[in-house]
């Protein structure tokens, strides 16, 4: 059987084999989207699929809803065109639960896929069309934190902006030119409302898109492409809103377990590929049971009734308490540094950390220890109750095959918030002595020593992907294990960079430590684990 239109009009045979399918007519909701489309997507990926395209799916066997989403990619089109088109926008989610059982599910909720290039004239004219729709209410993101960045590595603005810059709307090239771009259609469209809302998993996700957006917006008007006007548009809450997010699911790559588990139902050309641009992605999504989406309640289009299926909806204040509590606290600051150690320590899994004592113990450290006492309450989600399903069900997942080496991508672009608002926090408060933090700092000594891309054995691994990767690696050269010297001259242009950690760790008197811990780390083979068991 195939994951396609013609291959599900079996459905007898997908229902022996334990799948959920849709339970609406889809050739209708593909009209009605088509016609009347009222959310759009922008990141193809895996939580979008499993998590989005599921919960609107939800809505749509209720009859709650009546139109399905339509997804844009703009960073790696091949899954577009070697993923979603083979297979009429069809996906498998398979939920792996805690007590080993899986739920497979057919998502058709997705139903037209498109690529987001100016140069790919019959797509981009299609997604101007649907920006100019009466009806769209909602153009979200999952297109990752760096998504969002006009500036490389280095703080220069990337070459694509600054052609968009110079060249305005019409052919722009970088991500976030062409969605600016599509909103100025919108704009000229009788400045029709919308909600631009990011999903994606980093601090202050909307505001992140908006200032994007408005910063071309401006350079536009500044060059007399676009009317000042447009500006006023996208700054008006009540035409265009930016509401903040926080989203949570695990949702790692595609597990060869599950491809063996669907091929033995008999789903064909199921198997994984590996893109151009290293993007790991199959027509079927394995993914955790627990999920969170919390969203600001700005729609000015309205929006569809995405609560009666678990989203929360609220107030700025309480997703900025919730995303706080999630980012800096509760979930990314020990997922950072599970994955930090867990490359430097030889482990493929994050599942498998959680069962080292040791590990389970820094991991308990940083949660409950030093960032639990400065989490705020948000109300709507309980901070202890959310470490505990961490720490308890979430990261022992022996069923959720997630790996450090994904989990350590981008990681100097994360420290500052998944640790840096802490230590600001201790930093400030009256009650709290930020020489009580230990752990952390050893999470960033133990980040330097993973710089090295040499694991506790001696032996090179390849470090993943990071913007800041070139500079970073090129301070570290100079180090190597076994080294006996002072090391803070050189490391000081990282330990000053409030880029990475979020503050200067000098200004917090958080080098000297950081530099100690890394010292006994390059000591000797073996010594990350020995400095490990020593302060943990």
């Given at each position: ?142 297109i990752t934190e760096k998504g969002y960045s006009l500036i490389d590595g280095e703080g220069n603005l990337l070459p694509s902006i600054l ?210 006492p400065v989490v705020v309450d948000p109300g709507i989600l309980d901070p202890k109750e959310f470490i505990d399903t961490v720490l308890n ?46 752990l952390i700092p050893l999470v960033f000594a133990g980040w330097l020593r993973y710089l090295m891309g040499i694991d506790d054995n001696g ?78």
């Amino acid at each position: 059987m195939k994951l396609n239109e013609k291959g599900l009009s079996n459905n007898k045979y997908w229902k022996d084999f334990g799948y959920d399918l849709p339970k609406y007519d889809r050739s209708t909701v593909i009209k009605n989207t088509s016609e009347k489309p009222k959310m759009i997507h922008f990141g193809a990926g895996n939580i979008f699929r499993i998590f989005y395209g599921n919960l609107v799916q939800n809505l749509l066997n209720e009859g709650i809803i009546d139109s399905g989403l339509i997804v844009a990619e703009g960073y790696d089109y091949e899954i577009i065109e070697k993923i979603n088109n083979p297979h009429d926008n069809y996906s498998i989610a398979i939920t792996l639960k805690t007590d080993g059982s899986i739920r497979k599910t057919v998502i058709g909720s997705i139903v037209e896929s498109l690529i987001l290039d100016s140069e790919n004239e019959s797509n981009f004219n299609r997604l101007n069309e649907i920006f100019r729709k009466d009806s769209l209410q909602i153009a979200s993101f999952t297109i990752t934190e760096k998504g969002y960045s006009l500036i490389d590595g280095e703080g220069n603005l990337l070459p694509s902006i600054l052609r968009d810059i110079k060249n305005g709307p019409n052919k722009p090239e970088s991500y976030i030119g062409k969605i600016t771009s599509l909103l100025y259609t919108r704009y000229l469209s009788y400045e029709k409302p919308i909600a631009m809302v990011s999903m994606d998993n980093c601090s202050k996700n909307g505001d992140k898109l908006h200032n994007a957006v408005i910063e071309i917006a401006k350079k536009w008007v500044e060059n007399n492409l676009v009317e000042n006007e447009f500006v006023n548009y996208i700054n008006d809450s009540n035409k265009v809103s930016f509401p903040l997010t926080m989203i949570d699911k695990i949702t790692p790559r595609p597990s060869k377990d599950i491809e063996k588990l669907l091929k033995e139902d008999g789903v064909e050309e199921i198997e994984a590929i590996v893109t151009k641009k290293s993007t790991y992605v199959a027509p079927f999504v394995n993914a955790e049971e627990c999920e969170y989406l919390v969203i600001e309640d700005v729609f000015p289009n309205g929006r569809p009734l995405l609560e009666n299926d678990g989203v929360i909806f609220t107030t700025r204040e309480n997703v900025e308490k919730v995303e706080k509590m999630k980012v800096c606290t509760c979930l990314n600051p020990i997922h950072t540094a599970l994955a930090i150690f867990g490359c430097i320590l030889n482990y493929d899994l994050i599942s498998d950390e959680m069962k080292d004592k040791t590990l389970r113990k820094l991991a308990w450290g940083i949660g409950y220890k030093e960032g639990l006492p400065v989490v705020v309450d948000p109300g709507i989600l309980d901070p202890k109750e959310f470490i505990d399903t961490v720490l308890n069900i979430r990261l022992p997942n022996i069923f959720i095959p997630d790996s450090p080496k994904r989990i350590a991508t981008d990681t100097s672009q994360k420290l500052a918030i998944r640790f840096g608002e802490t230590i600001k926090a201790y930093d400030t408060s009256l009650n709290l002595d930020i020489s009580n933090l230990k752990l952390i700092p050893l999470v960033f000594a133990g980040w330097l020593r993973y710089l090295m891309g040499i694991d506790d054995n001696g032996k090179r691994f390849e470090l993943s992907q990071d913007p800041m990767l070139n500079s970073l690696t090129s301070i570290m050269s100079s180090i190597n294990i076994g080294d006996d010297k002072n090391f803070e001259e050189v490391l000081r242009p990282i330990l000053e960079d409030k880029r990475i950690f979020g503050v200067n760790l000098y200004e917090v008197n958080m080098a000297k430590t950081v530099c100690n811990y890394f010292k006994e780390m390059i000591s000797e083979r073996g010594a990350v684990k020995v400095t490990l068991e020593k302060y943990v």
